[in-house]
């Protein structure tokens, strides 16, 4: 049965290179050290949520920190970080939801 596991193998790594190929949302999670007052959340929300590709600005003010998710074919976490900053609210990827 050499032949069907080789066949196999073939099959799952084509479903690995389609799965790739296409959009597949992702959630990253930035450390917003700025938000300091209630309405800081909102400013960083707006910011984010005008990056094209994001689709759901969720925010943790309690943890500081902005749950982000986004169509990676369409953007990145360092446009996402570099949003916040230019809104004012520099922010750094959470190490460890990387
Ligand atoms: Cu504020």
Sequence with gaps: ??????????VAAALV????????PQTVTLNVSGMTCPTCPITVK?????????????VRFEKKQVLVTFDDAKTNTDALVKATTNAGYPSQPDKATK
């Excluded at 049965?1 to 073939?10: C, E, N, Q, V, Y």
């Design 1 to 10: 049965m050499k032949g069907t596991k080789i066949l196999l193998a073939g």
């Design 46 to 58: 707006k910011a984010l949520e005008k990056v094209p590709g994001v689709s759901q600005v969720e």
């Design 17 to 24: 290179m389609v799965a790739s190929a296409w959009a597949s």
